[in-house]
C-alpha cells in the first residue's frame, strides 16, 4: 500500500482503472505487467505528424491501437498496423513510442477467455504482413489499426468494436489548423464520402472498460 503511494498509483473503486500519475515510463510498465490480461487493447499517442493530425481530426488524445497477446515464450506482444505492414512487436517497444508517457488499456466486457482468446489470436496471426493502408479506407482490402482490431474480433468473437464513418462524418471535427494536411495527405481532395474508423472510436467503444492509465 504504501509503496502504491510512493510511486503515484491511486486504486479506485474495484471496477476503475488502475491510474499512475506523475510516474516515470518504466514504473507504469512496471505496473502494467501485474495487470494485463490477454485480449486487451493498448492505446497511445504516437510521436509524428501524421499522428498528431489523428488526434487533431478527431479530438481525442490517442492515435494508434494495439492488441496485446502472449507469445509463445510467454512475452508480451503487440499486434499493430505498421508501417508498411501489420507486425507483431514487443509491448515495451510499442509503448516507448508514446508522447509524454501517455498510454491507457482497455478490456472487453466480459473479458475474453479460453478458446476466445485462441481464436484472437488466430485472427491476429493471419493479418501479419497484410499490407497498412494509409488511406485509412474501410472498403478496401487492405487494413489499418482500427479496422484491423475491428475485423479480429468480429471473426474470432462476433463482436463489432467501434463505429465505421465517413470522412464527412469528421468534418465538423476538423480544426481549421488541421484541413491543410489532410488536403495534402489525399493529393488536394479529401474523399470526404470514404468509410473509415478511428482509434478514438475503439478508445469510445461500450463494450470495452479502461483498466489502466498512465495519465
Not at 516507448?96 to 478458446?115: D, H, I, M, Y
Amino acid at each position: 500500500m504504501d509503496a502504491m503511494a510512493d510511486e503515484g498509483v491511486s486504486r479506485p473503486a474495484m471496477e476503475g482503472p488502475v491510474l499512475l500519475k506523475g510516474g516515470t515510463l518504466g514504473q507504469a510498465m512496471e505496473r502494467l505487467a501485474d495487470l494485463l490480461q490477454p485480449g486487451d487493447l493498448i492505446f497511445v499517442d504516437r510521436r509524428g505528424l501524421l499522428y498528431r493530425h489523428v488526434t487533431r481530426a478527431t479530438r481525442s488524445w490517442t492515435s494508434q491501437v494495439g492488441l496485446c497477446l502472449r507469445d509463445s515464450d510467454g512475452r508480451w506482444m503487440v499486434y499493430e498496423a505498421g508501417v508498411p505492414m501489420v507486425r507483431k512487436v514487443e509491448l515495451e517497444r510499442f509503448i516507448r513510442r508514446t508522447r509524454g508517457n501517455r498510454f491507457a488499456v482497455r478490456r472487453l466486457k466480459p473479458q475474453p477467455s479460453g478458446e476466445e482468446l485462441l481464436r484472437l489470436a488466430e485472427a491476429a496471426e493471419r493479418r501479419v504482413g497484410r499490407f497498412n493502408s494509409m488511406n485509412f479506407n474501410y472498403d478496401s482490402n487492405q487494413l489499418f489499426g482500427p479496422k484491423m482490431i475491428r475485423e479480429i474480433f468480429a471473426e474470432a468473437m462476433g463482436r463489432e468494436l467501434g463505429q465505421v464513418v465517413t470522412m464527412a462524418d469528421l468534418r465538423s471535427r476538423l480544426p481549421a489548423s488541421t484541413l491543410w494536411f489532410w488536403r495534402l495527405w489525399y493529393l488536394g481532395a479529401i474523399p470526404w464520402q470514404r468509410r473509415t474508423m478511428t482509434p478514438h472510436s475503439l478508445f469510445t467503444d461500450p463494450g470495452l472498460h479502461t483498466v489502466f492509465e498512465s495519465f
